[in-house]
């Protein structure tokens, strides 16, 4: 007998007996389900979770205010302290005189800038921002305002240098100019493009007022603020290729407010990402005997950070369950199924077939009705992980954009190891 006649006869077999057939159907059908959903939970956190890894946030502090030195400044400047893993730099801002004061400009994150929440207002039009994809939400999910002393200026020689030397430019702005007075605005273009505006649109809007509606949180209670303010400049989008701008803020104001020294007596601690805080944290504690406050970009990548190992324990559990029960279904449905069959497989041994051509058969029938079964889980798969990882984005306050990639990586993944399973095929040899 032939292979082709071997799969014809399995095939034959498979219609004859429905209701045998229709049952492990069903298995395959809900352990292929099962087992395609827990991979592409599995490829989803590992792919998109951990791009936020690379593409985490450098504004990352701690801050230490005022009443919380009591006398303990002098610490900052021990090796032991600087040595710490995770501490990117320190800055003292503390009996400075106000000339030397214009140094540590700008001071970062004024309030916290929650790109989800937020409305720009330009000459009469409403813009919200883009939502392309999760890489663009959180890029922009906090973003911390830069302020300026209007007589600072936002672009310094070095990062023209660096500027000239990345891309062979000298300009850094795509359109407009520096400060010349206070409350002014210098925005990215990456920003306004994920506001949807085009270049012909960010061109005009130079020299306009726009408003924008910024969210922050102080305590447990949201705020709203409307700020006004005169579009003097867009930053290039070239201009944040250059290592210095890479990660720094896309919204720069200007003020002459004066700059009081009680106002800069505290410590700030920039951090190496988010995944360092909290270790840098308890080495301050434990040091220094001092809390700090983290800055809302860190507050926001440890709570991402956590529900990310949380999420991983239980898919790590799940998976091994489902494998685990993968194969103890497999092996049963094996076992029923030639055991169901023994006159049937005694009839072809008689009938002179080899106890590998019997095997061929019965795995024929078992792997059709499996590809069966998972072309139609794969379909049902696909609708609930659609739908459930709205669910799981909005639990992580990001948007979660379903990519078919991943449930072809779990068909894949899922159809593997079942063939590596059905290497039971030992059991079919003793009725050889």
């Not at 809900?30 to 951990?50: A, D, K, P, R, T």
């Not at 850094?172 to 400060?179: Q, V």
């Not at 603020?225 to 210095?244: H, P, R």
Request: aromatic share 12%; hydrophobic share 45%.
């Amino acid at each position: 007998m032939s292979i082709k006649e071997c799969i014809k006869l399995a095939s034959y077999n498979i219609i004859r007996k429905k209701a045998v057939s229709f049952q492990i159907a069903i298995s395959f059908l809900i352990v292929s389900f099962i087992g395609i959903c827990s991979f592409s939970y599995i490829l989803f956190l590992n792919s998109e979770i951990s791009a936020l890894y690379e593409k985490e946030i450098s504004g990352c502090y701690i801050r230490i205010p005022t009443e919380q030195l009591s006398g303990k400044k002098e610490t900052f400047l021990k090796d032991e302290l600087s040595n710490i893993e995770g501490i990117l730099d320190i800055t003292v801002f503390s009996e400075v005189s106000p000339e030397e004061l214009i140094d540590f400009i700008p001071e970062t994150d004024e309030y916290a800038f929650l790109f989800e929440f937020t409305k720009l207002m330009a000459e009469d039009k409403e813009y919200s921002p883009n939502k392309n994809s999760i890489h663009d939400r959180i890029i922009g999910q906090y973003i911390s305002i830069d302020k300026y002393s209007k007589s600072y200026r936002s672009v310094s020689n070095n990062e023209i240098q660096e500027l000239i030397n990345t891309i062979k430019s000298k300009n850094a702005f795509l359109f407009g100019k520096e400060f010349d007075d206070e409350n002014q605005v210098i925005l990215s273009e990456i920003l306004l493009n994920k506001y949807g505006l085009l270049k012909e649109d960010m061109e005009q809007m130079i020299g306009s007022k726009i408003s924008m509606l910024i969210y922050d949180v102080e305590g447990n209670n949201p705020l709203y603020l409307f700020k006004d303010y005169y579009l003097v400049g867009i930053m290039s989008s070239e201009f944040f290729k250059i290592k210095s701008r890479i990660d720094s803020s896309h919204i720069l104001i200007s003020s002459s407010k004066s700059f009081n020294l009680s106002d800069y007596d505290e410590i700030i601690i920039n951090v190496k990402g988010f995944s360092n805080v909290k270790n840098v944290h308890d080495k301050l504690q434990s040091i220094l005997g001092i809390e700090g406050e983290y800055s809302s970009t860190c507050e926001f990548y440890m709570y991402l950070n956590k529900i990310n190992l949380v999420l991983k324990s239980i898919f790590a559990l799940a998976s091994f369950i489902i494998c685990f029960a993968i194969i103890m279904n497999v092996v049963i449905l094996t076992y029923f199924n030639v055991s169901k069959k023994k006159n049937y497989l005694g009839m072809l041994k008689a009938m002179g077939l080899c106890s590998g051509k019997i095997t061929f058969i019965v795995f024929s029938e078992l792997f059709i009705i499996g590809v069966v079964s998972t072309f139609f889980a794969s379909l049902l798969a696909a609708i609930f992980t659609k739908t459930s990882l709205g669910v799981l984005g909005k639990m992580l306050y990001i948007e979660v954009i379903f990519n078919p990639n991943i449930i072809i990586q779990s068909i894949m993944s899922t159809v593997t190891l079942l063939l590596h399973i059905s290497g039971t095929s030992g059991l079919f040899r003793k009725f050889g």
